[in-house]
């Protein structure tokens, strides 16, 4: 916890109770309990509501899910035979004789 170790501690504390006195102490340690409890319920709803807003914010720019099925109107339409194609016409070639 911010590198700190036991005897820095024990230091940080025989300090406190020298400068704070005996009778105070209690109370600024439980005040300060309480500042860092709020302070951690302060910071996990502000994360939770900047995850919630990412979410919508990713739905939103997503597009909307496709249909499975469209329904399309009924048209009718008119079959119409292919026009009829002229029979091969055959080209008479002179052929020559020598």
């Given at each position: 916890m911010f590198g700190i170790g036991m005897p820095e501690m024990i230091i940080i504390l025989?300090?406190?109770?020298?400068?704070?006195g005996p009778h105070?102490?209690?109370e600024l340690a439980k005040s300060l309990g309480k500042g860092l409890a709020e302070f951690k319920k302060?910071?996990?709803?502000?994360?939770k509501n900047v995850q919630?807003?990412?979410?919508?914010s990713e739905e939103k720019s997503e597009p909307?899910?496709?249909?499975?099925?469209v329904v399309t109107p009924h048209v009718e339409t008119a079959v119409?035979?292919?026009?009829?194609?002229?029979a091969e016409k055959k080209?008479?070639?002179?052929?020559?004789?020598?």
């Open positions: 025989v300090i406190a109770l020298i400068v704070i105070k102490l209690p302060a910071t996990d709803d502000f994360q919630e807003e990412s979410r919508k909307p899910p496709q249909v499975a099925s119409v035979a292919p026009h009829p194609v002229p080209e008479h070639v002179p052929t020559y004789s020598i």
